[in-house]
């Protein structure tokens, strides 16, 4: 088994940048990138974002990685979505998840999200719905009428 690959790069971008033609310069060490963002008496607002130089990833060729949102807002609604972030590769892998409450105080007022591995986004809500009763069953989320959405199946 190899080891991981740890080199870091350190992308120059300006804030809230949105994609590649917002990137100033690329380098090999921090203080470099540092030195560049300061390099002149007014700066320009910007901002180093570390990456790994050729990062392991996984792969699988039968499947995607899917972000799930199910919602209970007197309707029980779900979104589905395909990821494409190496990053979160892991967290589908693994199925995690994360409850957020809307009020702070009732957890029937909340969103789950679920990152998973899937063949179709059909597959993906099926996996998705599954795990979610896991959760409900261990009481960790009470979701009432939650029976609405499998029947739309």
């Known amino acids: 088994m190899t080891k991981p690959n740890k080199q870091k790069i350190f992308i120059v971008q300006h804030l809230d940048s949105e994609g590649a033609d917002d990137i100033e310069a690329v380098f090999d060490e921090r203080k470099k990138a540092e030195a560049f963002i300061k390099r002149f008496k007014t700066r320009a607002i910007m901002e180093i974002v570390e990456h790994v130089l050729n990062p392991e990833y996984l792969s699988d060729k039968t499947q995607d990685q899917y972000h799930i949102v199910l919602t209970q807002t007197g309707i029980v609604r779900a979104e589905v979505t395909v990821l494409n972030f190496i990053n979160l590769s892991e967290q589908a892998v693994n199925e995690e998840y994360s409850i957020r409450k809307y009020n702070k105080t009732r957890i029937e007022e909340a969103t789950m999200e ?27 989320w009470k979701f009432t009428n939650f029976k609405s959405l499998k029947n739309k199946l």
């Open 114 to 140: 679920i990152m998973l591995m899937a063949s179709t986004p059909a597959n993906a809500l099926i996996r998705a719905l599954a795990i979610r009763d896991e959760i409900v069953a261990r009481g960790e």
